[in-house]
């Protein structure tokens, strides 16, 4: 494996950082404000999946009792 100069390698980094697009403050909140909208749905999704097996699991241990 070749050996990489520092100073290249410095110099190769601010050259791949120069590459990185930034989002927009638009783009940035329509992805916070999906991700929450995402986030929300999938904790009320997973509450009632949760609740369903507690029900079931209560329901079933009453009957060994």
């Known amino acids: 494996m070749a050996k990489l100069n520092p100073g290249k390698f410095a110099r190769e980094v601010r050259a791949e950082a120069n590459k990185v697009v930034w989002p927009t403050a638009r783009e940035?909140?329509?992805t916070t404000i999906m991700v929450l909208i995402m986030t929300t749905i999938l904790a009320i999704f997973f509450l009632g999946?949760?609740?369903l097996f507690g029900a079931i699991v209560q329901w079933l241990l009453s009957l060994a009792s």
Do not use: G, I, L, Q
Request: aromatic share 0%; charged share 15%.
């Open 28 to 30: 940035t909140m329509t």
């Open 49 to 51: 999946v949760d609740s």
